[in-house]
């Protein structure tokens, strides 16, 4: 029998037993939906991490002062770092452990014609400025002249730190539209040449001449779905001159870390490389501690594939809902082929082959788990897009995952409808037309 009639033999079949045949997709249903929604929300944060990544700067070094660890186990996530921000020794740190303005100097010069840019950065506090009447929550750091080539800071009005702001330690900042609406009333040209005071934690009141209003990227905050949580603990952000912020805070030029950009062209692994060798004689005889340089691509690559694998596992979870379905497309096609014996011995007896017959119900079966893969399908697209927004992600499907899950639909239906199929095409057409 042709292909064509077995297809409409198989729909009028589904559609003269239309609940049947819906609760048996339900199974294939609810397998290939989950599936494709985890896909879609995998796929849309993985894509998003690695677009904000690269537009932070995925050849990018990070320097950082790391705990000393015994075991030789190869490097994983981030080089196998424990990094000081998530162990209990960074308060144990004494000023001998952390790397020092000479350091970095004499590091840029020694790679200058490989380095573009060095971002360092002073966590000064946070507490409170104030024009006139009106206050606002903030959060200050110093920052390097490289600080604006790793990171995004769109300036709205006024103008970026120049050579003379840092050389002069000049008190002068940058603030961002959340200042301007809480001090002048939206107005960001207001805003420029105004003096503002800072009472900031551990430091004397301060006068700063507001230079630049900026926006912050919209990227910052996709790729860390925390950072609006931390700036409302925090505060607006201020940026000023690095040296001017040592000046204000009493710091030493002590850092834990901070950011190399390459050139272009250049290769970072090997930089990375010389940087490690670069600071292993500072810390030699450092029981405690060490430097360590990873790539921002390292981390985005190690990244991606956490996210894939733990995609990929949940999607199996998922899966197992699909082997359910295909258990119940075997037990119902084992109730039609009963129901339909004396069909099957009347198509023997006129001369139909046990291979028509077979092809006859696998075909119905495949039929069954495709339509189900279909509905499936749409409602995980739906669904995977509802999860993603509610995220705050872009929705992205997987088209590898959508071919995959249809394809296998269908492998389901020609897998568990095999047994059944074999078993119509077996019968012996005598006792078939017998049968009541």
């Given at each position: 029998?042709?292909?064509?009639?077995?297809?409409?033999?198989?729909?009028?079949?589904i559609m003269s037993n239309k609940m049947r045949a819906f609760l048996t997709m339900l199974g294939i249903i609810i397998g290939i939906g989950s599936v494709i929604s985890i896909l879609t929300v995998g796929n849309s944060l993985t894509l998003t991490v690695e677009d904000n990544m690269q537009s932070m700067g995925s050849k990018d070094i990070f320097v950082a002062v790391v705990e000393r660890t015994d075991d030789d186990k190869p490097e994983s996530i981030i080089d196998g770092v424990k990094y000081p921000e998530t162990t209990s020794s960074r308060r144990d740190m004494k000023d001998s452990d952390y790397i020092t303005s000479d350091m970095i100097r004499d590091m840029s010069e020694k790679f200058k014609d490989q380095i573009y840019a060095v971002n360092v950065s002073d966590q000064v506090g946070k507490g409170e400025v104030s024009y006139q009447s009106k206050s606002s929550g903030v959060s200050a750091v110093g920052v390097s002249a490289g600080y604006y080539v790793t990171n995004a800071?769109?300036?709205?009005?006024?103008?970026?730190?120049?050579?003379?702001?840092?050389?002069?330690?000049r008190n002068v900042c940058l603030v961002d539209n959340k200042i301007v609406n809480a001090l002048f009333d939206g107005n960001p040209e207001k805003a420029i040449g105004k003096e503002v005071e800072f009472d900031l934690e551990d430091t004397r009141p301060t006068v700063f001449t507001i230079i630049g209003v900026y926006e912050a990227s919209q990227s910052t905050a996709s790729a860390n779905p925390f950072s609006s949580m931390m700036e409302a603990f925090m505060g607006a952000r201020v940026y000023?001159?690095?040296?001017?912020?040592?000046?204000?805070?009493?710091s030493k030029g002590l850092y834990s870390s901070f950011r190399v950009s390459t050139g272009l062209g250049d290769d970072t692994e090997q930089l990375r490389k010389e940087i490690n060798n670069y600071f292993e004689p500072y810390y030699a005889g450092n029981a405690g501690f060490e430097v360590k340089a990873i790539t921002f691509e390292g981390m985005l690559d190690s990244l991606t594939s956490l996210m894939d694998k733990l995609t990929l596992a949940v999607s199996i979870i998922a899966g197992i809902a699909l082997l359910v379905g295909g258990i119940g497309?075997?037990?119902?096609?084992?109730?039609?082929?009963?129901e339909r014996t004396r069909e099957i011995g009347t198509r023997k007896a006129l001369g139909a082959r046990n291979s028509s017959i077979r092809i006859q119900f696998l075909i119905e079966a495949m039929i069954i788990c495709l339509i189900g893969g279909i509905i499936g399908l749409i409602l995980g697209l739906v669904g995977g897009s509802l999860l993603s927004s509610l995220l705050g992600y872009?929705?992205?499907?997987?088209?590898?995952?959508?071919i995959f899950s249809l394809l296998f639909s269908l492998a389901i239906g020609l897998s568990f409808g095999y047994f059944p199929a074999d078993k119509a095409a077996k019968m012996n057409p005598i006792d078939a037309l017998r049968y009541e």
């Open positions: 029998m042709l292909v064509v009639e077995n297809i409409l033999l198989a729909l009028n079949s800071v769109d300036i709205k009005e006024g103008r970026m730190f120049n050579s003379s702001d840092f050389a002069n330690q000023m001159p690095l040296n001017t912020a040592k000046q204000l805070d009493g497309v075997m037990n119902i096609m084992l109730v039609s082929v009963t872009p929705a992205s499907p997987s088209i590898p995952g959508v």
